[in-house]
Each structure stands twice: as C-alpha cells, then as structure tokens.
C-alpha cells in the first residue's frame, strides 16, 4: 500500500509558479507509475499528469501542456510538479497517487490547495 503527502500548493497570481512535491512510502516507489490528480470546487477528479517508473515517459492533459512538468527522484521517493503560468482554472486541491490507483485500488491522501487569483 502506498502512502503519500502532498505539499507546496499555496496562493499565487495568475502568470506564476508552484512546484508542488509528493514524498511516498509504503510500495516499492521505483517500481511504479505515478501521477498527478486535481478536483476543483464541484468537479470530479481529473488527471493532470503522468510519469513511469524510471522517470523516462511522461503525459499530460491538454489543458496543462507546456505549462506543467511532472519528474521524479527515486532515490527520494518523491514526485514533484513544476507549475509554470498558472491559470484560475487550474485552482484545485491536487493530489499525487499511483497512476493505476485504479488498479491498484490505491487510496488518496490529503492533497495541497493550489489557488490562483489575484
């Protein structure tokens, strides 16, 4: 079973930056998918981003492409989001988790709030 805690969201203005980071323990991390959720305020869960195991293939949802970066450093168990060019719309509590939670019938931690507004 995977455990995870997620941190680094906070406030910031449109046009700015948050790296969020997901320290993970409890599963073989190196061994697995990871990815980045988020819900906003009325809305399902939705996937923002991907990476594999080794860190060499990542994906994203169109609406975060060329503005969001997903990486890992397994020597750490972490996963970081580097969130460039931040939107209103992207306001969400974000969540980390593997990417086949599904699968895997992997549950959710806290998350972070990210709030984008000036």
């Known amino acids: 079973q995977l455990q995870v805690v997620e941190s680094g969201g906070g406030l910031v203005q449109p046009g700015g930056s948050l790296r969020l980071s997901c320290a993970a323990s409890?599963?073989?991390?190196?061994?697995?998918?990871m990815g980045w959720f988020r819900q906003a305020p009325g809305k399902e869960r939705e996937f923002v981003a991907a990476?594999?195991?080794?860190?060499?293939?990542?994906t994203y949802a169109d609406s975060v492409k060329g503005r969001f970066t997903i990486s890992r450093n397994n020597a750490k168990n972490t996963v970081y989001l580097q969130m460039n060019n931040l939107k209103p719309e992207d306001t969400a509590v974000y969540y980390c988790?593997?990417?086949?939670?599904?699968?895997?019938?992997?549950?959710w931690g806290q998350g972070t709030q990210v709030t984008v507004s000036s």
């Open positions: 990476i594999n195991n080794s860190g060499g293939s990542t």
């Open positions: 988790n593997l990417r086949d939670y599904v699968f895997f019938k992997a549950g």
């Open positions: 409890g599963r073989t991390f190196s061994s697995h998918a």
